[in-house]
Protein backbone atom coordinates (compact mmCIF):
# COMPACT_ATOMS: atom_id res chain seq x y z
CA UNK A 1 0.00 0.00 0.00
CA UNK A 2 1.39 3.43 -0.64
CA UNK A 3 1.95 6.28 1.62
CA UNK A 4 -0.56 8.97 1.47
CA UNK A 5 0.80 12.26 -0.16
CA UNK A 6 1.16 14.96 2.24
CA UNK A 7 -1.13 18.30 1.42
CA UNK A 8 0.87 21.26 2.52
CA UNK A 9 -1.15 23.70 4.10
CA UNK A 10 -0.65 26.68 1.93
CA UNK A 11 -0.55 27.85 -1.76
CA UNK A 12 0.67 30.71 -3.98
CA UNK A 13 -2.14 32.23 -3.88
CA UNK A 14 -2.32 32.33 0.12
CA UNK A 15 0.86 34.81 -0.27
CA UNK A 16 -0.70 36.96 -2.55
CA UNK A 17 -1.67 39.99 -0.34
CA UNK A 18 -4.32 41.37 -2.69
CA UNK A 19 -2.41 44.86 -3.03
CA UNK A 20 -1.94 46.55 -6.14
CA UNK A 21 1.05 45.67 -7.77
CA UNK A 22 3.19 49.23 -8.24
CA UNK A 23 6.11 48.13 -10.24
CA UNK A 24 6.23 49.12 -14.01
CA UNK A 25 5.22 46.45 -16.27
CA UNK A 26 8.02 44.36 -17.20
CA UNK A 27 9.83 45.03 -14.29
CA UNK A 28 12.19 41.59 -12.74
CA UNK A 29 10.62 42.06 -9.15
CA UNK A 30 7.25 40.67 -10.46
CA UNK A 31 9.09 37.25 -11.09
CA UNK A 32 11.39 37.59 -7.73
CA UNK A 33 7.91 38.14 -6.08
CA UNK A 34 5.99 35.37 -7.85
CA UNK A 35 8.91 32.83 -7.43
CA UNK A 36 8.86 33.97 -3.24
CA UNK A 37 5.54 33.54 -2.97
CA UNK A 38 5.66 29.81 -4.58
CA UNK A 39 8.50 28.45 -2.28
CA UNK A 40 7.32 29.17 0.51
CA UNK A 41 3.68 27.47 -0.48
CA UNK A 42 6.38 24.14 -0.15
CA UNK A 43 6.73 24.81 3.81
CA UNK A 44 4.26 24.13 6.26
CA UNK A 45 5.74 26.92 8.24
CA UNK A 46 2.29 28.99 9.60
CA UNK A 47 1.80 31.88 7.32
CA UNK A 48 1.72 34.27 10.30
CA UNK A 49 5.44 33.52 11.38
CA UNK A 50 6.91 34.92 8.18
CA UNK A 51 8.09 38.74 8.31
CA UNK A 52 9.50 40.41 5.46
CA UNK A 53 11.31 43.86 6.42
CA UNK A 54 12.74 46.05 3.91
CA UNK A 55 14.36 49.51 3.27
CA UNK A 56 13.92 52.08 0.57
CA UNK A 57 13.78 51.43 -3.37
CA UNK A 58 11.46 49.31 -5.54
CA UNK A 59 12.42 46.36 -4.32
CA UNK A 60 11.52 47.58 -0.81
CA UNK A 61 7.45 47.66 -1.60
CA UNK A 62 7.86 43.94 -1.44
CA UNK A 63 5.91 43.65 2.37
CA UNK A 64 2.87 45.28 0.57
CA UNK A 65 2.75 42.09 -1.79
CA UNK A 66 3.29 39.29 0.71
CA UNK A 67 0.17 38.24 2.56
CA UNK A 68 2.60 38.26 5.95
CA UNK A 69 3.72 40.47 8.73
CA UNK A 70 6.05 43.08 7.67
CA UNK A 71 8.12 46.35 7.48
CA UNK A 72 8.95 48.93 5.42
CA UNK A 73 11.90 50.62 7.10
CA UNK A 74 14.08 53.81 6.89
CA UNK A 75 16.81 53.68 4.19
CA UNK A 76 19.60 51.19 4.66
CA UNK A 77 18.09 49.83 8.26
CA UNK A 78 16.36 47.06 7.07
CA UNK A 79 18.79 44.58 8.36
CA UNK A 80 19.41 46.25 11.79
CA UNK A 81 15.19 45.94 12.45
CA UNK A 82 15.62 42.09 11.31
CA UNK A 83 18.33 41.39 13.77
CA UNK A 84 16.03 42.86 16.93
CA UNK A 85 13.23 41.17 15.54
CA UNK A 86 15.63 37.53 15.51
CA UNK A 87 16.41 38.21 18.67
CA UNK A 88 13.38 38.38 20.45
CA UNK A 89 11.34 36.04 18.53
CA UNK A 90 13.53 32.63 17.33
CA UNK A 91 9.89 30.93 15.92
CA UNK A 92 9.95 33.56 13.17
CA UNK A 93 10.84 33.43 9.50
CA UNK A 94 12.69 36.49 8.30
CA UNK A 95 13.68 37.98 5.21
CA UNK A 96 15.34 41.45 4.59
CA UNK A 97 14.31 42.30 0.73
CA UNK A 98 16.91 45.25 -0.35
CA UNK A 99 18.90 46.46 -3.04
CA UNK A 100 22.10 47.40 -4.65
CA UNK A 101 21.41 51.25 -3.63
CA UNK A 102 19.81 50.46 -0.24
CA UNK A 103 21.75 47.66 1.15
CA UNK A 104 25.49 48.45 -0.32
CA UNK A 105 25.15 52.65 0.18
CA UNK A 106 23.55 53.72 2.52
CA UNK A 107 23.19 50.77 4.54
CA UNK A 108 26.15 49.03 3.57
CA UNK A 109 27.19 49.07 7.58
CA UNK A 110 24.17 47.20 8.42
CA UNK A 111 24.51 44.98 6.35
CA UNK A 112 28.10 43.99 7.11
CA UNK A 113 27.27 43.47 10.92
CA UNK A 114 24.52 41.45 10.32
CA UNK A 115 26.39 39.14 7.98
CA UNK A 116 29.47 39.08 10.64
CA UNK A 117 27.26 38.00 13.74
CA UNK A 118 25.74 35.11 11.55
CA UNK A 119 22.17 36.72 12.52
CA UNK A 120 19.46 33.81 11.61
CA UNK A 121 17.70 36.13 9.07
CA UNK A 122 17.50 35.78 5.08
CA UNK A 123 18.76 38.57 2.96
CA UNK A 124 17.79 39.15 -1.09
CA UNK A 125 19.81 41.70 -2.55
CA UNK A 126 17.74 42.50 -5.47
CA UNK A 127 20.76 44.12 -7.89
CA UNK A 128 19.85 45.90 -11.31
CA UNK A 129 22.75 48.05 -10.92
CA UNK A 130 20.78 51.44 -10.80
CA UNK A 131 18.77 53.63 -8.57
CA UNK A 132 15.31 52.83 -10.18
CA UNK A 133 13.09 54.49 -7.45
CA UNK A 134 14.85 58.21 -7.70
CA UNK A 135 15.13 57.62 -11.44
CA UNK A 136 18.36 56.44 -12.79
CA UNK A 137 20.93 57.47 -10.66
CA UNK A 138 24.42 55.39 -10.86
CA UNK A 139 24.35 52.67 -7.79
CA UNK A 140 27.38 51.18 -5.62
CA UNK A 141 27.61 48.30 -8.34
CA UNK A 142 26.83 50.36 -11.71
CA UNK A 143 29.57 49.64 -13.73
CA UNK A 144 32.76 51.86 -14.51
CA UNK A 145 31.92 54.00 -17.18
CA UNK A 146 28.07 53.91 -16.51
CA UNK A 147 26.83 57.31 -18.10
CA UNK A 148 23.70 58.38 -15.85
CA UNK A 149 21.48 61.32 -15.06
CA UNK A 150 23.95 61.69 -12.04
CA UNK A 151 27.62 60.43 -13.88
CA UNK A 152 27.17 62.47 -16.87
CA UNK A 153 30.58 61.90 -18.36
CA UNK A 154 30.49 58.47 -16.68
CA UNK A 155 31.18 56.69 -13.40
CA UNK A 156 34.70 57.03 -12.36
CA UNK A 157 33.93 55.04 -9.24
CA UNK A 158 35.08 51.00 -8.93
CA UNK A 159 31.76 48.63 -8.90
CA UNK A 160 31.29 47.21 -5.63
CA UNK A 161 30.92 43.39 -5.96
CA UNK A 162 27.97 42.21 -3.76
CA UNK A 163 29.03 38.68 -2.84
CA UNK A 164 32.69 39.87 -2.04
CA UNK A 165 31.19 42.06 0.91
CA UNK A 166 29.24 39.04 1.84
CA UNK A 167 32.46 36.96 1.84
CA UNK A 168 34.39 39.28 3.55
CA UNK A 169 31.54 39.82 6.53
CA UNK A 170 32.22 35.63 6.58
CA UNK A 171 28.03 35.08 5.85
CA UNK A 172 27.74 31.43 5.94
CA UNK A 173 25.22 31.43 3.25
CA UNK A 174 26.12 32.96 -0.07
CA UNK A 175 24.19 32.72 -3.24
CA UNK A 176 23.61 34.80 -6.82
CA UNK A 177 20.24 34.06 -8.80
CA UNK A 178 18.70 35.59 -11.50
CA UNK A 179 15.13 37.07 -12.02
CA UNK A 180 14.77 35.41 -15.76
CA UNK A 181 15.30 31.73 -14.21
CA UNK A 182 12.45 31.16 -11.71
CA UNK A 183 13.25 27.39 -10.92
CA UNK A 184 16.60 28.45 -10.28
CA UNK A 185 16.29 31.46 -7.84
CA UNK A 186 13.21 28.96 -5.91
CA UNK A 187 16.00 26.35 -5.19
CA UNK A 188 18.17 28.77 -3.90
CA UNK A 189 15.13 30.88 -1.88
CA UNK A 190 14.48 27.20 -0.78
CA UNK A 191 18.18 26.46 0.50
CA UNK A 192 18.62 29.92 2.19
CA UNK A 193 15.11 29.38 3.68
CA UNK A 194 16.51 26.16 5.34
CA UNK A 195 20.08 27.66 6.45
CA UNK A 196 20.30 27.94 9.94
CA UNK A 197 22.29 31.25 10.56
CA UNK A 198 22.53 34.13 8.03
CA UNK A 199 21.54 33.31 3.57
CA UNK A 200 22.86 36.23 1.34
CA UNK A 201 21.37 35.66 -1.92
CA UNK A 202 22.16 38.39 -4.71
CA UNK A 203 19.17 38.23 -7.73
CA UNK A 204 20.37 39.85 -10.84
CA UNK A 205 17.65 42.00 -12.24
CA UNK A 206 16.77 43.93 -15.34
CA UNK A 207 15.22 47.52 -14.56
CA UNK A 208 13.96 48.12 -18.24
CA UNK A 209 13.17 52.06 -17.98
CA UNK A 210 16.70 52.99 -16.19
CA UNK A 211 18.95 49.87 -17.00
CA UNK A 212 17.40 47.72 -19.79
CA UNK A 213 18.93 45.08 -20.38
CA UNK A 214 22.72 45.32 -18.07
CA UNK A 215 23.07 42.16 -17.46
CA UNK A 216 22.02 40.79 -21.19
CA UNK A 217 25.82 40.40 -22.35
CA UNK A 218 25.84 37.57 -19.70
CA UNK A 219 22.14 35.93 -18.92
CA UNK A 220 20.77 36.82 -22.86
CA UNK A 221 19.21 33.93 -24.33
CA UNK A 222 21.68 34.15 -27.35
CA UNK A 223 24.48 34.45 -25.00
CA UNK A 224 24.00 32.93 -21.64
CA UNK A 225 24.90 28.71 -22.33
CA UNK A 226 28.66 30.09 -22.89
CA UNK A 227 28.82 32.89 -20.44
CA UNK A 228 26.94 31.27 -17.48
CA UNK A 229 28.24 28.37 -15.34
CA UNK A 230 25.82 27.00 -13.18
CA UNK A 231 27.41 25.69 -9.47
CA UNK A 232 26.44 21.99 -7.89
CA UNK A 233 27.90 20.48 -4.86
CA UNK A 234 30.69 18.22 -5.75
CA UNK A 235 30.81 18.48 -9.84
CA UNK A 236 33.00 20.07 -11.96
CA UNK A 237 32.13 23.56 -13.25
CA UNK A 238 31.12 22.79 -16.99
CA UNK A 239 29.47 25.13 -19.25
CA UNK A 240 28.88 25.71 -23.20
CA UNK A 241 25.50 24.92 -25.15
CA UNK A 242 27.07 21.51 -25.63
CA UNK A 243 28.09 21.28 -21.99
CA UNK A 244 32.10 21.13 -23.57
CA UNK A 245 33.84 23.89 -21.70
CA UNK A 246 35.18 23.58 -17.81
CA UNK A 247 37.34 26.09 -15.46
CA UNK A 248 40.82 24.77 -13.96
CA UNK A 249 43.38 25.98 -11.91
CA UNK A 250 46.57 27.18 -13.68
CA UNK A 251 48.19 28.42 -10.55
CA UNK A 252 46.22 30.78 -8.58
CA UNK A 253 44.47 31.43 -11.29
CA UNK A 254 41.29 29.87 -13.76
CA UNK A 255 40.96 28.85 -17.01
CA UNK A 256 38.83 27.81 -19.55
CA UNK A 257 39.76 24.12 -21.03
CA UNK A 258 37.36 22.18 -23.70
CA UNK A 259 35.74 18.99 -21.76
CA UNK A 260 34.35 15.75 -23.06
CA UNK A 261 31.10 14.99 -21.39
CA UNK A 262 31.67 11.87 -18.98
CA UNK A 263 35.64 12.49 -19.17
CA UNK A 264 38.50 12.54 -16.77
CA UNK A 265 37.66 15.74 -14.50
CA UNK A 266 40.72 15.26 -12.06
CA UNK A 267 42.82 18.25 -13.15
CA UNK A 268 39.12 20.27 -13.33
CA UNK A 269 38.39 22.56 -10.66
CA UNK A 270 35.40 20.78 -8.28
CA UNK A 271 33.03 22.83 -6.85
CA UNK A 272 32.94 22.43 -3.22
CA UNK A 273 30.08 24.73 -1.08
CA UNK A 274 30.79 23.44 2.04
CA UNK A 275 34.50 24.52 2.21
CA UNK A 276 35.34 26.71 5.58
CA UNK A 277 38.03 28.45 4.24
CA UNK A 278 36.23 32.03 2.50
CA UNK A 279 39.42 31.81 -0.42
CA UNK A 280 37.73 29.23 -2.32
CA UNK A 281 34.09 31.59 -2.43
CA UNK A 282 35.80 34.35 -3.03
CA UNK A 283 38.32 33.07 -5.63
CA UNK A 284 34.50 32.11 -8.03
CA UNK A 285 33.21 35.73 -7.29
CA UNK A 286 36.20 37.09 -9.87
CA UNK A 287 34.79 35.20 -12.03
CA UNK A 288 33.28 37.99 -14.39
CA UNK A 289 32.30 38.77 -18.17
CA UNK A 290 34.18 38.80 -20.45
CA UNK A 291 37.17 37.34 -19.54
CA UNK A 292 35.42 34.37 -17.65
CA UNK A 293 32.25 32.56 -17.05
CA UNK A 294 29.68 34.19 -14.28
CA UNK A 295 28.80 31.65 -11.55
CA UNK A 296 25.55 31.57 -10.28
CA UNK A 297 24.38 29.12 -7.11
CA UNK A 298 25.46 28.30 -3.88
CA UNK A 299 29.05 29.90 -3.72
CA UNK A 300 29.09 29.15 -0.05
CA UNK A 301 27.37 26.98 2.95
CA UNK A 302 28.76 26.28 5.92
CA UNK A 303 27.44 26.17 9.82
CA UNK A 304 29.04 28.11 12.50
CA UNK A 305 27.16 29.63 15.94
CA UNK A 306 24.08 31.82 15.21
CA UNK A 307 24.39 35.43 16.74
CA UNK A 308 20.68 35.10 18.17
CA UNK A 309 21.05 31.49 19.89
CA UNK A 310 24.81 32.57 21.72
CA UNK A 311 22.64 35.77 22.74
CA UNK A 312 20.35 33.73 24.16
CA UNK A 313 22.55 31.41 25.90
CA UNK A 314 24.47 34.49 27.52
CA UNK A 315 21.30 35.73 28.97
CA UNK A 316 20.13 32.07 30.42
CA UNK A 317 23.68 31.77 32.00
CA UNK A 318 23.52 35.45 33.46
CA UNK A 319 20.08 34.71 34.52
CA UNK A 320 21.57 31.62 36.67
CA UNK A 321 22.93 33.89 39.15
CA UNK A 322 19.25 35.32 39.94
CA UNK A 323 16.93 37.47 37.87
CA UNK A 324 17.87 41.64 38.48
CA UNK A 325 15.92 44.31 40.33
CA UNK A 326 15.18 47.02 38.25
CA UNK A 327 14.37 49.48 41.05
CA UNK A 328 17.03 48.14 43.54
CA UNK A 329 19.39 49.07 40.44
CA UNK A 330 18.24 52.83 40.07
CA UNK A 331 18.02 53.56 43.52
CA UNK A 332 21.00 51.10 44.72
CA UNK A 333 24.60 52.70 46.09
CA UNK A 334 26.41 53.13 42.75
CA UNK A 335 24.69 56.53 42.02
CA UNK A 336 26.38 59.86 41.32
CA UNK A 337 25.42 63.53 41.36
CA UNK A 338 26.62 66.04 38.23
CA UNK A 339 27.37 69.26 39.82
CA UNK A 340 26.66 72.68 38.45
Keep these: MSEAVLKLPYTK ?10 WCPGC ?6 ATMQRTLSKFDLPIEKYVFVSGIGCSSRFPYYMNTYGFHTIHGRAPTIATGLRCVNPELSIWVITGDGDGLSIGGNHLIHCMRRNVDINILLVNNRIYGLTKGQYSP ?18 PINALCVAIASEATFIARTLDTDPTHMSYILE ?7 VSFVEIYQNCLIFNDKAFVPVTGRETREDRMVYLKDGQPLVFGKKKDKAIRLKGLYPEEVNYTAGGDT ?24 PEMPVPFGVFRAIEKPTYDEMLDEQIRQAQVKGKGDLKSLIYGPNTWKVGS
Excluded at 150 to 158: L, M, R, V
Excluded at 267 to 277: A, C, F, G, R, S
Design 13 to 22: EDFVSGQEVR
Design 28 to 33: GDYSIL
Design 141 to 158: TSEKGKITKSSPYGTIEQ
Design 191 to 197: RAAKHKG
Design 266 to 289: KDLLIHNEKDENPHYAYFLTQMEH
